[in-house]
């Protein structure tokens, strides 16, 4: 069987070369024999899928992708792009979108992430305030919330544009809703999504290192991570003062899965500083009930100590791997697949 390859974003400077905020990755591949073919980001985006993967051989097979998001529709065109050259991306679009957007992995995640109720819309459009109350009744009415589109939140403008204090206040809700789709702009993917809140634990052990899980770890895994710092009872690194009161963002473990496995458990790139050791109880088969073959859960744990829920799910191509990681077991298990 072909062993797959990883495509990289190429360096928009220096096309030839990855993306510098991937080549580490395409380094720790190479160490480890993998190949690796490269993409013009900037051309998916705009709609040129054809050219932007001149890049990518011809009959290249079985193919992953590490690189920035994109829109579904732009991921579908790069699968198309690359099925007429003769390589298979190995998640295939439906797959990208049921794990990059929240209505897609949210049934099978129900009641493992907080509860959410979403409203489609057609670009940036602010829902009307019939639509903001359904939404609002669909999660219970009250109590507080949280406000994001179906793949990102503006967190770093957490009482301006992502954070509801009280649902009943439908006017405050309709402040916030309007300032995100504001900033979100043409960025704004699917439609605004409002999340019930939940108070997570702000702090976690400073870090030595990620947790390896089963893969294997490749060489120089040692003190891969020997940069980890001292960090406060303030919170995490990267929290930013825009969080509720009580210190930073929930300390957040990110899981890397594979074939329903878990491939790399390790911190969550806002603070790639601190380890958590997240209870998995459970989740491996909601993963493997999405049936998505490369995908990550951001996981934190409750404040009351009532234990861990899934903040989002997110598909591993894209999901961002904090600089410093022991990325060999991860990127191995890709090319073993
Ligand atoms: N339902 C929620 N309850 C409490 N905090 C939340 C909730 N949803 C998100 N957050 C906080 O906001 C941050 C950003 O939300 P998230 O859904 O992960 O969006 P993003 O895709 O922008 O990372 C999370 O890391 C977490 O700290
Ligand atoms: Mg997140």
Not at 2 to 17: E, H
Not at 238 to 263: F, M, T, Y
Not at 303 to 320: F, N, T
Request: negative net charge; proline residues 9%.
């Amino acid at each position: 069987m072909p062993v797959p390859a990883i495509i990289f974003p190429a360096d928009p400077l220096n096309p030839r070369r990855p993306d510098p905020h991937f080549a580490w990755e395409a380094r720790t591949l190479r160490e480890l024999g993998g190949e690796h073919h490269l993409v013009d980001h900037d051309g998916l985006l705009a709609g040129r899928a054809e050219e932007a993967v001149r890049r990518v051989p011809r009959d290249s097979g079985p193919l992953w992708y590490r690189g920035w998001m994109l829109p579904s529709a732009r991921y579908a065109d790069f699968a198309a792009a690359l099925a007429a050259r003769g390589g298979t991306l190995l998640t295939s679009a439906p797959g990208y979108a049921a794990a990059h957007e929240l209505p897609g992995w949210y049934d099978v995640f129900e009641g493992a992430t907080p509860a959410s109720a979403w409203i489609p819309s057609d670009g940036p459009v602010v829902p009307g305030p019939a639509e903001l109350a359904q939404a609002v009744a669909r999660l219970g009415g009250q109590g507080p919330a949280v406000v994001k589109d179906y793949v990102k939140s503006r967190k770093h403008e957490w009482h301006e544009a992502c954070y509801v204090p009280e649902l009943a206040d439908l006017a405050a809700v309709g402040r916030v809703v309007e300032r995100f789709v504001e900033l979100q702009g043409e960025f704004l993917a699917g439609g605004v999504v409002l999340r019930r809140y939940e108070e997570f634990e702000g702090a976690g052990v400073p870090v030595g290192g990620p947790v390896a899980v089963g893969a294997v770890r490749g060489p120089g895994a040692g003190g891969a991570n020997a940069a980890g710092g001292v960090a406060g009872a303030a919170g995490p690194e990267g929290a930013d003062g825009g969080s509720p009161a009580g210190g930073g963002r929930a300390v957040e473990a990110r899981v890397w899965w594979l074939d329903g496995r878990a491939v790399l458990v390790g911190p969550h790139p806002d603070a790639p500083r601190w380890a958590v050791e997240p209870d998995l109880t459970g989740v491996p088969a909601l993963v493997r009930r999405l049936g998505c073959r490369f995908v990550t859960t951001d996981l934190a744990s409750r404040a009351d100590g009532s234990g861990w829920r899934v903040v989002e799910v997110g598909d591993g191509q894209v999901s961002d791997l904090p600089r410093g990681i022991d990325a060999s077991g991860l990127l191995a298990s890709l090319i073993a697949a």
